[in-house]
């Protein structure tokens, strides 16, 4: 019934972000770039047994969006020192990552919780988004701006580090952030159209159809991954448009310019580079914070039917997170302490990233995008990780170094392609076999907590769904 599309190898650099499956296939629904992940919100630290002594380290790689972070830090307790490590594959996934830890780092008195969980969605999941949320991207781009072009050797924020970034990275990374404050109808590229030709490219000729085909892989597929809460007319209408989040009666026609990227193509031996849309356009971002929750009555049915939608869900469950960071705030009555002030950061500086809530015992480092090999030559991350996550576009990374950085009881991580839509049974399971082939080579074997006698009943729905439901595999290092 469905059309096989050419399918083409597709390198990891600075523009390009692959989903490398486990026959060397690749899924061009799931795109190029990873703007949200394949797999809702988990504290990673809940995942396998891992053991707290006070400060624990976790290595995201390839997360794609912040969303293991804020549940990490969220349900982390607040005397624990938690230090998150992120590497991604493309700087403009880096500074989507920076905006939307910028939004949730927002203080109360600046942006009341409902209009903060909003904008966060709209930037997150919208293609185009409101007037007011436009102005809220601009003004945090040009923050941020500043903060990753002075050089410092502390940040001004620590959930939002970027000083370990290489200079060349700092300079594409501000040259990403300067391109969201352009004026409107400035970019030379039409966000719908934009969407149309990715939906067009990977349809082929079921393109006239496409309603049918968005049905299909509604209730054929991520239903029947128990992902009902997506309702069909919020599902066709993303799939349609790229509208995900729609909370008010706003009207949604500026262009979402974070969600725009170059991809660079060969073409008669030129590398040519198109800006253009190129992520996701089957999975959803509501797989990120729309199709789980704590609050069981989110989950109700009636008559077969979800009483709420993944919409509902992603706003409750945001809400909840922001509530809980705030728990986590520290406030700060100077920057600098007197001995330092010779080492102060400028005025400009304290403005931008000071405003902030800083959250106490907690930072997000982001580190160069070709450092996960390197990490095993510095001493600093010798058996170091306390819990190291990779997602499943990164999972060709996964090599026997990784041993060398994890600490003695530190638990891999790795997500599976249960939500990568393009793939049937037969390569999910390929693909959940070569991830455990990979991770018995980097010196990890499989861990359930039905079978883990030390198992805490603290180790929340996440660790046993990790172990049942092929969402992630769980591992801990081989017993010697």
């Known amino acids: 019934m469905f059309q096989r599309r050419r399918e083409t190898q597709r390198k990891i650099d600075g523009s390009h972000v692959s989903v490398r499956m486990s026959a060397g296939r690749v899924c061009e629904g799931a795109g190029w770039f990873s703007w949200w992940g394949f797999s809702p919100a988990r504290n990673l630290l809940s995942l396998g047994p891992v053991k707290s002594d006070g400060e624990m380290n976790v290595l995201l790689v390839g997360s794609g969006d912040p969303r293991h972070i804020l549940k990490t830090i969220a349900d982390s307790p607040v005397e624990e020192n938690l230090h998150m490590w992120v590497i991604e594959s493309s700087m403009d996934v880096v500074a989507r990552q920076l905006l939307l830890l910028y939004v949730t780092l927002m203080p109360q008195e600046k942006m009341g919780i409902n209009e903060k969980t909003e904008v966060f969605l ?17 003004r945090a781009a040009s923050q941020l701006i500043l903060s990753v072009t002075e050089i410092m050797e502390d940040p001004i924020n620590t959930c939002l ?21 352009q004026p409107a109808g400035s970019s030379p590229v039409i966000m719908s159209k934009a969407w149309d030709y990715r939906v067009r490219q990977h349809l082929g000729t079921r393109y006239d159809s496409k309603k049918g085909c968005f049905d299909w892989d509604l209730t054929m597929k991520l239903h029947e991954k128990g992902c009902g809460v997506i309702s069909k007319q919020q599902y066709v209408q993303w799939r349609g448009k790229g509208l995900a989040f729609e909370m008010r009666e706003g009207i949604y026609q500026t262009t979402n310019p974070t969600l725009l990227s170059t991809r660079v193509f ?5 590398k040519v580079g198109i800006q253009g849309y190129w992520g996701d356009i089957v999975s959803s971002p509501y797989l990120s914070f729309g199709i789980e929750s704590d609050d069981k009555k989110l989950l109700k049915t009636q008559n077969g039917q979800h009483l709420h939608t993944a919409q509902d869900i992603s706003f409750a469950n945001l809400q909840e997170l922001f509530r809980c960071l705030s728990s986590r705030r520290r406030y700060l009555t100077t920057s600098h302490s007197d001995t330092e002030a010779e080492e102060a950061p400028t005025l400009s500086q304290q403005k931008s990233l000071n405003d902030l809530m800083h959250l106490s015992g907690v930072s997000v480092t982001f580190l160069p995008l070709d450092s996960l090999q390197k990490l095993p030559q510095k001493q600093k991350y010798r058996h170091y990780f306390n819990s190291i996550y990779f997602s499943a576009s990164c999972v060709h990374q996964l090599d026997p170094m990784m041993g060398q950085i994890a600490a003695p009881d530190a638990v891999l991580v790795v997500e599976l392609a249960k939500y990568i839509l393009d793939l049937n049974k037969e390569q999910e399971a390929g693909f959940a076999e070569t991830v455990a082939n990979l991770a018995l080579k980097a010196g990890f074997e499989p861990w359930c907590e039905r079978a ?4 805490s009943d603290g180790a929340s729905d996440g660790a046993s769904d990790g172990c049942s439901d092929g969402v992630h595999a769980v591992f801990v290092q081989q017993k010697k």
Do not use: H, V, Y
């Open 266 to 270: 060969n073409k008669k031996g030129d």
């Open 161 to 181: 580090n970027t000083t370990l970034l290489k200079f060349k990275e700092r300079d594409e990374l501000a040259r990403i952030l300067k391109l969201w404050i």
């Open 122 to 138: 709209e930037l997150f999941g919208n293609t185009e988004i409101r007037s007011q949320t436009e102005e809220t991207l601009r």
């Open 452 to 455: 883990s006698d030390g198992a």
